[in-house]
């Protein structure tokens, strides 16, 4: 972990998204120093899934040592990001560094991304940024210390990383392309840098998006905020950079990147946007389920699921159902397949005995689940983590989400049988 210094003491940083995840982690690790810390955040009122509220954060922030201002701020709403900026110069006299890191995400393709949902991933994210920054300008252009940290990824082009999730990627882009115009616009006045995880960082968030059991492949807020820490000690010549969390602690002298591990030792998620060896990135795009054009010539095409494989598949889960499999899950899971051998599938864990079979079930199904034929194989055969397929857009839930992560815990007990 990276010592404070005091260098902070008495600086007003203004951070948007900081009641909770790696905003209030930042929050958290500038208060030890002494900062004053703006918590321009929008949940007043404690969510039923998320827990932490901006006074909450207000409260933890005092304890750790700094001075903290709750503001309700809804990054979408010009006013109230000017109303929180007056009462923050107002309160401190100024505002020395902003962290953008406000964000929406909904990792689903372009046919399946609601409109409500392409909206507030833009309105969060590009121009809640662009706002929040632009309004904080004036007085950043007056402190000594200067920064503007966007909590985005380097502006990776290979589609991978667009054909998933377009929309998101496009949202998140535009935090970065604010790095790279506003470096350029107030060189020499303001520093403007991203800042983005090499591994997934476990938040309440990272919980709901990939379930249960995901945090042991995921790396502490602790990680962010340290890394955040290390730029707001750079001089205002350190700008325009996109910096990976990992790579900044190792040039401070940082080597046990355990300390940050939720699980020691466990093999880590990497985080989206980032490339490393070209053959790590065909290895690592063929699990997020695309190939990237690395390489000029054909590289052969995975097999496919041998024919009957789902249904060879349906019958070892069968013969796996147990009266406690079934009283323990109590649940109807519908399974909609695409490619050969696909259609529609059940497996019902509801009924005396458990059921499984083609077609729709007699119940409605708690959860329905869309994938292809030879991800569904590998999903039961232990070779494809059902959180990785759906974090990267393979398989899509719906219906009850606490059901379908029974369902992973279920599939881990039968993975030695198939």
């Known amino acids: 972990m990276l010592p404070n210094t005091g260098k902070l003491a008495g600086c007003t940083v203004f951070i948007t998204g900081a009641s909770r995840g790696i905003g209030k982690a930042i ?3 500038a208060a030890k120093d002494g900062a004053n810390i703006v918590i321009a955040a929008k949940t007043a009122q404690a969510h039923p899934k998320l827990p932490g509220t901006i006074y909450t954060a207000a409260e933890e ?3 750790a040592g700094g001075k903290a201002l709750p503001c309700i701020v809804d990054v979408r709403d010009e006013e109230q990001i000017s109303s929180a900026v007056e009462k923050a110069v107002e309160k401190f006299g100024g505002i020395d560094i902003l962290v953008n890191n406000a964000s929406a995400i ?3 393709n372009t046919l399946e991304t609601p409109t409500k949902k392409v909206d507030l991933m833009m309105n969060v994210n590009t121009r809640g940024t662009y706002l929040t920054s632009k309004a904080c300008i004036p007085y950043l252009k007056k402190s000594k210390v200067a920064h503007i940290l966007n909590l985005s990824p380097p502006l990776n082009l290979n589609p991978l990383w667009f054909k998933q999730h377009c929309a998101y990627t496009i949202a998140k882009y535009g935090m970065s392309m604010c790095v790279l115009g506003m470096a350029e616009e107030f060189k020499g006045e303001i520093a403007v840098n ?5 591994t997934a ?3 309440a968030a990272m919980d709901m998006l990939g379930g249960s059991g995901v945090e042991s492949q995921c790396r502490k807020v602790d990680i962010m905020a340290d890394a955040a820490y290390c730029i707001f000690k750079k001089p205002k010549s350190f700008t325009g950079n996109f910096i990976i969390d990992e790579n900044i602690l190792k040039e401070e002298g940082i080597k046990n990147f355990d300390v940050y591990a939720v699980t ?3 093999p880590l998620l990497p985080d989206f946007f980032l490339d490393e060896q070209p053959a790590v990135v ?4 063929d699990s997020y389920g695309a190939v990237p054009e690395l390489k000029e010539e054909k590289t052969q095409p995975p097999p496919k699921a041998r024919s009957g494989a789902v249904e060879e598949t349906f019958r070892i889960v069968k013969d796996s159902l147990s009266d406690d499999i079934v009283k323990a899950t109590q649940a109807v899971y519908q399974f909609e397949l695409s490619g050969e051998d696909g259609g529609t599938w059940f497996l019902d864990l509801k009924s005396k005995g458990g059921n499984v ?9 708690d959860v329905v689940m869309s994938m292809s034929t030879d991800d569904f194989v590998k999903m039961f055969s232990g070779k494809l983590k059902p959180t990785m397929a759906f974090m990267s857009g393979k398989l899509k839930i719906k219906g009850n989400m606490a059901l379908a992560i029974k369902l992973e815990k279920l599939m881990n007990q039968m993975n030695s049988k198939l």
């Open 61 to 63: 922030i005092k304890a």
């Open 106 to 108: 909904s990792l689903t």
């Open 282 to 285: 065909t290895k690592k795009a």
């Open 201 to 203: 960082i476990h938040t």
């Open 357 to 365: 079979g083609y077609g729709e079930p007699s119940d409605q199904a």
């Open 194 to 198: 991203a800042l983005w995880p090499k």
């Open 264 to 266: 020691p030792g466990h």
């Open 27 to 29: 929050a958290l690790k």
